[in-house]
């Protein structure tokens, strides 16, 4: 059964977000448009399955029993209600501590780069520090990247933690 | 029982050995030297000194992985970043920004401005938008010094006094420094505290916002990834590092509901980024 997992991966990947399935983790309000105070079509219990066919900033378009209508993205979570508890932090995780022990020792994940035996035991790259440091952005270059992306700066305060 | 005998053995042994290595190298007037040190100080590590130890932690992480070779990709990646950088508490920074060639999906910041993204974590992005909020989070352990917080509760007493009283100059020939450094890259292992990745969610959603960008660049990232198979290794230390995606995005569901509508006509720009990933390679799909 261990080609299951990379099935099912293969196919997240290239299925993008059209045509995903997701479930809402809170009762969430169908909408008419992609805006808080468009008209309410109807309501969707908690792990209910709809389809997912669009993302439009904090909403996303979706079909839920064949009615098309657009819900707070954050409502949402990809996979199957079923198999995935909300706030489950996954599996790989699990067996990933439970594969390294509490020892500290490192396991050896084999060649690749970003594994935590290479974190531990690093070795620097000076050369490509100073690769980087070519491909630094001046602030002028900055400002004139925002402006050619329209993009207008606006005022608003870090937020305190969710209550 | 017998894993946990092991490990206590092993720890035992590290450090016993780590002891005896102090007290055969013990110097009394150094160590008085550094004690008085450690007094006087705030200990604290000033603004050039987080840099000197950044690039250290930045240099060793380059080790590991190294730089895609795609100047232009490299050069968009850095426009976003310094566009950001732009709208925080510490635009002053010498920030640079690296896209490393690598499969894992993951992005990293080291003390001083030193921010990466892996070329597997690109692929799953689909905007503008969803880059910036990935490089807000990061930059916002940099603005709250998050990383070298963690580094500085690891480190033995003294060594952060030590290696704040050295001259600038002494760089790596400083015992001290290349010590913090092999510390500050072992924390990208074993990750931050729950709280600093919370907070730094919280900051990144609005430093992305306030760059003029659509505040859910990086909530759609993180809900991407959530969708992905929990038991994909290019996850795993992700996974390791961080608190559950799921909780990540029940935060910030609370946080944004209400409190960002006015600013949801503010761009994504997915065609621009689809322009500069398009022929790369980078995007899978």
């Given at each position: 059964?261990?080609?299951?997992?990379?099935?099912?991966?293969?196919?997240?990947?290239?299925?993008?977000?059209?045509?995903?399935?997701?479930?809402?983790?809170?009762?969430?309000?169908?909408?008419?448009?992609?805006?808080?105070?468009?008209?309410?079509l109807s309501s969707l219990p908690e792990k209910s399955k709809v389809e997912v066919l669009e993302r439009k900033s904090g909403w996303m378009q979706i079909k839920a029993d064949?009615?098309?209508?657009?819900?707070?993205?954050?409502?949402?979570?990809?996979?199957?209600?079923?198999?995935?508890?909300?706030?489950?932090?996954?599996?790989?995780?699990?067996?990933?501590?439970?594969?390294?022990?509490?020892?500290?020792?490192?396991?050896?994940?084999?060649?690749?780069?970003?594994?935590?035996?290479?974190?531990?035991?690093?070795?620097?790259?000076?050369?490509?520090?100073?690769?980087?440091?070519?491909?630094?952005?001046?602030?002028?270059?900055?400002?004139?990247?925002?402006?050619?992306?329209?993009?207008?700066?606006?005022?608003?305060?870090?937020?305190?933690?969710?209550? | 029982?017998?894993?946990?005998?092991?490990?206590?053995?092993?720890?035992?042994?590290?450090?016993?050995?780590?002891?005896?290595?102090?007290?055969?190298?013990?110097?009394?007037?150094?160590?008085?030297?550094?004690?008085?040190?450690?007094?006087?100080?705030?200990?604290?590590?000033?603004?050039?000194?987080?840099?000197?130890?950044?690039?250290?932690?930045?240099?060793?992480?380059?080790?590991?992985?190294?730089?895609?070779?795609?100047?232009?990709?490299?050069?968009?990646?850095?426009?976003?970043?310094?566009?950001?950088?732009?709208?925080?508490?510490?635009?002053?920074?010498?920030?640079?920004?690296?896209?490393?060639?690598?499969?894992?999906?993951?992005?990293?910041?080291?003390?001083?401005?030193?921010?990466?993204?892996?070329?597997?974590?690109?692929?799953?992005?689909?905007?503008e938008a969803e880059l910036a909020g990935v490089l807000a989070h990061e930059m916002s352990h940099i603005l709250r010094k998050h990383y070298l917080e963690a580094i500085k509760?690891?480190?033995?007493?003294?060594?952060?006094?030590?290696?704040?009283?050295?001259?600038?100059?002494?760089?790596?020939?400083?015992?001290?420094?290349?010590?913090?450094?092999?510390?500050?890259?072992?924390?990208?292992?074993?990750?931050?505290?729950?709280?600093?990745?919370?907070?730094?969610?919280?900051?990144?959603?609005?430093?992305?916002?306030?760059?003029?960008?659509?505040?859910?660049?990086?909530?759609?990232?993180?809900?991407t990834l959530q969708g992905m198979n929990a038991q994909d290794s290019s996850l795993a230390l992700l996974f390791k590092t961080h608190p559950a995606l799921g909780e990540r995005?029940?935060?910030?569901?609370?946080?944004?509901?209400?409190?960002?509508?006015?600013?949801?006509?503010?761009?994504?720009?997915?065609?621009?980024?689809?322009?500069?990933?398009?022929?790369?390679?980078?995007?899978?799909?």
């Open positions: 059964m261990k080609w299951l997992p990379a099935f099912c991966l293969s196919c997240c990947i290239f299925a993008a977000h059209a045509g995903e399935t997701a479930y809402t983790v809170r009762t969430t309000e169908v909408k008419a448009k992609p805006f808080s105070d468009a008209d309410t064949g009615a098309k209508g657009w819900v707070k993205m954050l409502s949402l979570r990809f996979g199957d209600a079923a198999q995935k508890k909300s706030g489950d932090s996954g599996l790989g995780a699990l067996f990933n501590v439970a594969a390294t022990g509490g020892s500290g020792s490192t396991v050896s994940t084999g060649v690749r780069g970003l594994s935590e035996e290479n974190l531990k035991n690093p070795h620097p790259n000076p050369q490509a520090m100073k690769e980087l440091q070519r491909y630094a952005t001046g602030k002028k270059e900055a400002q004139s990247f925002g402006k050619s992306g329209k993009l207008a700066t606006r005022q608003i305060d870090y937020l305190p933690p969710a209550k | 029982m017998n894993r946990k005998l092991l490990s206590i053995v092993f720890l035992c042994g590290i450090s016993s050995s780590a002891l005896a290595f102090d007290l055969g190298n013990i110097d009394l007037g150094k160590a008085l030297g550094t004690l008085q040190k450690a007094q006087q100080a705030s200990a604290d590590i000033d603004e050039p000194k987080e840099i000197e130890l950044g690039a250290g932690i930045a240099s060793n992480l380059l080790g590991a992985a190294p730089l895609l070779k795609n100047q232009r990709v490299q050069k968009y990646v850095n426009n976003v970043g310094m566009w950001l950088a732009l709208q925080t508490e510490r635009p002053n920074l010498p920030w640079q920004f690296g896209v490393l060639d690598d499969n894992d999906v993951n992005a990293f910041a080291a003390p001083g401005g030193y921010i990466f993204v892996t070329k597997g974590l690109l692929a799953q992005m689909k905007s509760k690891g480190a033995r007493t003294g060594l952060i006094a030590e290696f704040a009283g050295q001259a600038l100059e002494s760089r790596g020939a400083d015992p001290a420094f290349k010590k913090l450094v092999s510390a500050g890259t072992e924390v990208y292992a074993r990750g931050l505290d729950k709280d600093d990745e919370f907070e730094a969610d919280r900051m990144g959603v609005v430093i992305a916002t306030r760059a003029g960008y659509d505040p859910y660049g990086l909530p759609a990232v993180l809900q995005l029940n935060l910030l569901d609370r946080l944004m509901t209400g409190q960002f509508d006015e600013f949801e006509k503010q761009p994504a720009h997915a065609p621009r980024f689809m322009g500069v990933m398009g022929k790369t390679g980078i995007l899978k799909r």
